[in-house]
């Protein structure tokens, strides 16, 4: 099986853009969340998405959103970019049958896009 | 909330020498926990995982034990290779939580032949 695809791998915006990262879970995996990974902040969880329905959320302000699509691909946008969101940008798809069922279920991760925000 | 406390890096290594990267958890319930390693330029990859208390996860020659009793989670190998050198990232997902890991900061770890 192909793994997690992320698009773009890399990315060059100026503040006040916006941009929308793509992620292409593996195929049979229905549920995928998105990481923000920085050098002070470490890894933060964004938000979680199964059967085209946000089902959790981290902490993060309303410039950052997703949405899932029939077929389980993610986006995720950001608007109006700040510096500070420069960062490593991870999604990650897992196996799941049903919300709220096997939190235990391996994540696997894709190799990120890397957000540079000048 | 929940959170995850490992030891700080850099941790720098000769080859065979025994590895031990300290991680706590603060968790309300029986959450599950995870390593992740992280080489140069790519993602995540699962390293072990525990779902529940004193079990071992093991792999690759790491192994840690879920202690509920220490809140730990410590991981462990016995003899390093250079192509360990990598970070290492403790995490944990609650029991209600579904999909969302919570991350340590991450050790890097460095082994010198």
């Known amino acids: 099986k192909a793994g997690v695809t992320q698009t773009p791998r890399y990315l060059i915006k100026t503040r006040g853009q916006q941009v929308t990262l793509s992620c292409s879970p593996i195929?049979?995996?229905?549920?995928v969340s998105w990481y923000q990974q920085t050098p002070g902040q470490g890894l933060q969880f964004l938000f979680e998405y199964f059967s085209e329905t946000q089902r959790n959320k981290g902490n993060f302000p309303g410039r950052f959103s997703g949405r899932q699509f029939s077929n389980s691909r993610s986006e995720m946008n950001v608007s109006t970019l700040e510096l500070g969101d420069s960062a490593l940008y991870l999604c990650?798809?897992?196996?799941?049958?049903?919300?709220?069922?096997?939190?235990?279920?391996?994540?696997?991760f894709g190799p990120g896009t890397r957000l540079t925000v000048l | 909330g929940n959170s995850v406390t490992q030891m700080e890096g850099p941790v720098t290594l000769s080859e065979e020498a025994f590895l031990t990267i300290n991680c706590t958890y603060t968790?309300?319930?029986?959450?599950?926990l995870f390593w992740y390693v992280q080489y140069p330029g790519e993602g995540l990859q699962l390293l072990l995982k525990a779902t529940k208390a004193d079990d071992k996860g093991s792999n690759k020659g790491f192994e840690a034990t879920y202690r509920k009793e220490t809140t730990s989670f410590h991981l462990e190998k016995g003899s390093v290779q250079v192509s360990d050198s990598a970070v290492y990232f403790c995490a944990l997902s609650g029991s209600n939580q579904g999909g969302k890991l919570i991350f340590g900061q991450g050790t890097e770890l460095s082994v010198k032949p």
């Open positions: 195929s049979g995996h229905r549920s």
């Open positions: 990650a798809s897992r196996e799941l049958r049903g919300i709220g069922t096997a939190p235990y279920n391996e994540q696997f």
């Open positions: 968790a309300t319930g029986y959450p599950s």
